[in-house]
């Protein structure tokens, strides 16, 4: 791999760690999913190698800090989902009135992925953890379709939420909160003509929901790692059209695009690259072309960009930058499990 | 974070915002924890959402205070406030952020409720001003889905929007997929004026063309043509594709009373032989796409070997399914106790039980017979075969006399010409015109165009080679070659995909018929302790990435892929009869990739020298994350005698080697050999008499 363009690791670590301590005011409407915005910082200087900087046990008591749970056994039962609310200002106080059987509880699913991935990360032991009411409470978030609400009180189902649904089942080892063989069925169905995945079934071909797709696929045991080299079939999904479908993301300034005719974004270099690496299909695209792509989003002052013109980075953006530049063996990244989205506990 | 106040330089005025935000936030804590529904209070989450539309608590909120205020209410009018009061906050939303998912979800649980008539041409109006700002926002084309069905709007009228999207701009890709969703469903429907694929498909040809011949450079067009392309080409039936032994051939079995083994010979030539390891015949049926239901009451097997209620049929396969292309079963020879001449006779055909991945069922009647003339000798033979003796690959082996080929006939091992049910010849005809199109087309150095003739002529060859294979005397390889290398040169970031592709090409251009194979690419070969010969196929230094059109190679035994880029194997697992292999001087970068050759039980030699094995960090690392539902046998009993250290260092080659009776395994030039791998692949694979070259003591 051509190297010869210099990737400054010091300048995320430095990006990162201030944003954990201070948030620009364009981060305002995400408040609501301040684990997830975390879960970039706290990963993304994990795949730095950059851990020693943060106070893990802080991390640790705030993350389970917002964890949901039930009251009891009969509490459980009752249909909510208890897992992890995004930030504080989703969260009740339950000690604060009468009322508490009524306190609506906003647990969130995609939250509740982040949460575990970040105590993951840090190096907190998942099994010490109570993880019943979180499996048991899932298990009713799964539609007659198969596919997942990612709270209770009902809201879009999608790819997104049986991909977290899957991780979390993956990351606890315990599969009896979700139908696999359902969501299985749910997923093929959201295979659009072209080959790759839209996030609905019937909806068009996107970089985002084909990783849900495939990594789901990959976490639940469906496909094998590295399909392309071990596998003679295919009937699960069409995999030549879908690795055509990835493949032609790349485009000539080397960035994926997340659907066609789409500039190419940063983010999609995991997105897809992740598919192409899952389904053991890396070496086709132009890694040189790709990695000189991604430094082009990277910003003076540390994180990426969405697009190379633009002005200012995101935490969303650098996080899978990083990403990225890992699944492409960057020097000095730490690897990733690439079907979790987050670098590789076992290794930092 | 973490709860911390920020505390940075901030300007009064995203402070103002910041302090409204939070005192709406409040108030809708504070409503939704106490219920309250109030006008009051629906007006401060409406605020709340118009500023931050991602709130979805706020949403949720309203849900429950919807649901809630109309219990209180019957009148017609005050029921179609509140819903509109919904559908107002939620256009506020999508003008703060058109691609809110909660917004969008919003509106379309509330008309889903059907609380109160739907106005369904607002509805369409207001979606067509969202989508004209920004044609592509697949939340628009999702919700233009869901409104459809709402209204029970006719597929054929949807349709019918497409082409209005697609006329206004050829480039909207959401519109060509929106356009064959609509299009697969009313042809799976049949629905009235869809009941002929072949002229919906005609009429999209032609609609595609003017797209491709307007903006030649756009992907759209393209990817809705590849999707035709497939549609046109894809098998409606499983037809048996080949199989081995030949129907038609005859086979003489020489057999030693006091070894497990057996050679085979055509019965027109005694010069060359098959080396059958532990006295089993196989037989092979080798299906156009994966099946599933191969078993002895959807085969018959008909042998004096064994009855065939004895006979089981296995998938050769790696993944967990039913479905596979090729089926074996063995036939026992040592069983049979007298000499003599016996035929074999297989059918299939007779029940519907065999099955496509679609559920298409196999049909056709097929009858395959071959014979087999027992010659057993008591007299000791010398030379144990591929064992005792080193194995070495060379490429000065004898050229492999014409007369002794090991099948007499080439065709003889695609059978579905005599079966194949009378197939119109639309689609032959439909890309031969695709071809004279594409080849007159002004835009000739477009790399789609030089894609899609390649596709074209390669889907071409293919549906020829499997009509009437011996009416086919070329292919269209160079050509296709051809427009790979310009591929390669036109479009560099894709070249890697580019060379994948063209070495699908050249395994097709070598194996097509015999000609071609015993030109250049058959020998013969003989060990030093053995009077006999064996059939070496040869299919080195040719830049092949992958294996294909195993269905020719069914009767390979000796195969040399050495100095190729190969990456994968997979499809070697029907070369059943298999017994040396070398895929030394390869990409091979995992023991994984070698996991086909589970399958393959008379496999002794095999040479994977100087390959990437172990060459990758993140390969070496991989089952540290590995599903725990990945692997098809039960691992506990494969390991059983191994320790944990060597489990945990090479899980993967336990795996693979336990399973292989080789005798000789050279693995050096390979990143992962050590001496600890060489101890552990000897404790692995007891039998081992040759490791790297050295005789193993």
């Known amino acids: ?348 | 974070m973490h709860g911390r106040p920020r505390n940075g330089p901030r300007s009064e005025e995203s402070a103002a915002k910041a302090g409204k935000l939070r005192d709406l936030q409040a108030q809708l804590l504070h409503n939704h924890h106490n219920r309250i529904y109030t006008n009051e209070a629906r007006a401060a989450s409406a605020r709340l959402l118009e500023i931050n539309p991602e709130i979805y608590t706020a949403w949720n909120y309203r849900k429950l205070a919807l649901q809630s205020n109309l219990k209180e209410v019957t009148d017609v009018e005050a029921i179609k406030a509140f819903v509109e009061e919904e559908l107002r906050v939620v256009e506020a939303a999508l003008r703060q952020n058109p691609k809110s998912y909660g917004a969008w979800y919003h509106r379309k649980w509330v008309l889903n409720h059907k609380f109160s008539p739907a106005n369904f041409d607002h509805e369409y109006w207001l979606l067509g001003r969202l989508m004209k700002l920004d044609p592509r926002n697949f939340h628009g084309w999702n919700y233009r889905r869901f409104l459809a069905a709402l209204s029970n709007v006719p597929e054929v009228e949807e349709l019918m929007y497409t082409m209005e999207m697609i006329d206004s701009n050829f480039s909207n890709y959401s519109a060509w997929h929106n356009r064959s969703f609509l299009l697969s469903n009313l042809l799976k429907q049949k629905a009235q004026g869809f009941v002929s694929k072949e002229k919906i498909l005609t009429d999209e040809y032609d609609l595609v063309h003017q797209a491709l011949f307007t903006e030649a450079s756009d992907q759209s067009g393209w990817f809705y043509f590849l999707w035709l392309l497939d549609q046109t080409v894809s098998p409606d039936q499983p037809l048996v594709a080949s199989s081995w032994p030949a129907h038609g051939s005859s086979w003489v079995v020489s057999t030693n009373r006091s070894k497990s083994d057996c050679r085979l010979f055509p019965f027109e030539s005694s010069n060359s032989c098959y080396y059958l390891p532990m006295s089993i015949v196989p037989i092979i049926l080798y299906f156009n796409q994966p099946v599933s239901g191969v078993s002895s009451s959807t085969v018959t097997v008909n042998s004096v070997f064994t009855s065939n209620e004895d006979i089981t049929w296995r998938p050769l396969s790696l993944a967990k399914s039913e479905n596979a292309h090729c089926w074996v079963t063995y036939l026992k020879i040592s069983d049979a106790r007298s000499n003599g001449t016996s035929s074999v006779e297989i059918s299939l055909g007779h029940s519907q039980d065999i099955k496509s991945a679609h559920g298409s069922p196999h049909t056709c009647p097929v009858l395959l017979k071959f014979t087999i003339e027992l010659n057993c000798i008591d007299a000791e033979q010398p030379g144990g075969e591929f064992g005792e003796e080193l194995f070495v690959f060379n490429s000065d082996q004898v050229c492999l006399p014409y007369e002794d080929f090991p099948i007499s006939s080439f065709d003889q091992l695609k059978i579905s010409e005599n079966h194949a049910p009378v197939a119109s010849s639309w689609d032959v005809e439909t890309l031969s015109n695709e071809i004279s199109l594409f080849k007159g087309s002004p835009d000739d150095n477009c790399k789609f165009v030089k894609l899609t003739l390649a596709r074209l002529l390669v889907a071409y060859d293919a549906m020829m080679s499997e009509r009437s294979p011996s009416l086919q005397k070329k292919t269209h390889s160079e050509e296709v070659l051809k427009f790979f290398d310009d591929l390669i040169q036109l479009d560099p970031v894709h070249a890697k995909f580019y060379e994948d592709q063209r070495s699908l090409v050249i395994l097709d251009q070598v194996t097509f018929d015999k000609e071609s194979l015993m030109k250049n690419y058959g020998r013969l070969c003989k060990l030093a302790s053995s009077s006999h010969h064996y059939h070496v196929l040869q299919l080195n230094k040719l830049s092949l990435t992958r294996i294909g059109f195993v269905e020719r190679l069914l009767w390979v035994q000796i195969l040399d892929l050495s100095h190729n880029e190969i990456q994968s194997i997979s499809g070697l697992e029907a070369l059943q009869l298999l017994t040396c292999l070398n895929l030394a001087n390869n990409q091979l970068n995992s023991f994984a990739a070698l996991e086909p050759l589970r399958l393959l039980s008379s496999l002794r030699v095999l040479d994977v020298s100087f390959n990437k094995i172990g060459s990758y960090l993140i390969d070496t690392k991989r089952y540290l994350c590995s599903s725990p539902m990945s692997h098809t046998v039960d691992i506990k009993e494969v390991i059983k005698e191994f320790q944990d250290t060597e489990i945990a260092d090479y899980w993967e080659v336990i795996f693979i080697f336990k399973e292989l009776q080789l005798t000789q395994l050279n693995i050096e030039g390979n990143a992962v050999a050590n001496d600890n791998l060489s101890l552990l692949l000897k404790k692995t694979i007891p039998g081992l008499i040759w490791l790297n070259g050295d005789r193993v003591q």
Request: glycine share 8%; aromatic share 10%.
């Open chain 1, 1 to 348: 791999m051509d190297r010869s363009s210099e990737f400054d690791k010091m300048r995320h670590v430095a990006s990162l760690e201030l944003m954990m301590e201070w948030m620009p005011s364009p981060y305002e409407s995400q408040e609501i999913n301040r684990l997830t915005l975390a879960h970039f910082a706290i990963s993304g200087l994990a795949i730095l190698g950059a851990l020693d900087q943060i106070d893990k046990d802080r991390v640790i008591n705030w993350v389970l800090s917002l964890r949901a749970q039930p009251k009891d056994k009969a509490e459980l039962e009752k249909g909510e989902f208890y897992g992890f609310h995004g930030s504080r200002s989703s969260q009740f106080d339950r000690h604060d009135g009468k009322q508490q059987d009524l306190v609506p509880n906003g647990s969130h699913l995609a939250s509740t992925y982040c949460a575990l991935a970040i105590l993951r990360i840090i190096g907190y032991d998942l099994s010490s953890m109570d993880s019943e009411s979180i499996i048991t409470s899932m298990r009713q978030l799964q539609q007659h379709d198969g596919s997942f609400t990612p709270i209770h009180l009902g809201a879009e189902t999608d790819l997104r939420f049986v991909y977290c649904a899957a991780a979390i089942c993956f990351m606890f080892n315990n599969w009896t909160g979700m139908d696999r063989e359902k969501a299985k069925e749910y997923i093929l169905r959201c295979q659009s003509y072209d080959g790759g995945f839209g996030l609905v079934p019937g909806s068009e071909s996107h970089g985002g929901g084909t990783y849900c797709a495939v990594a789901a696929l990959r976490l639940m045991g469906f496909i094998e790692a590295d399909i392309l080299s071990k596998s003679t079939l295919w009937t699960t999904i069409n995999v030549p059209l879908l690795l055509e479908w990835c493949i032609q993301r790349q485009g000539v300034d080397g960035g994926f695009q997340g659907r066609a005719n789409k500039a190419s974004d940063t983010c999609y270099a995991f997105w897809v690259g992740g598919v192409l690496k899952i389904l053991g299909a890396y070496h086709f695209l132009d890694k040189n072309a790709l990695r000189r792509f991604l430094l082009s989003c990277e910003s003076q002052y540390g994180g990426f960009q969405k697009f190379p013109e633009d002005a200012t980075p995101d935490l969303y953006h650098s996080y899978y930058g990083l990403a990225a530049l890992s699944l492409l063996e960057e020097p000095g990244l730490v690897p990733l499990c690439v079907e979790l989205g987050i670098p590789s506990p076992e290794i930092i």
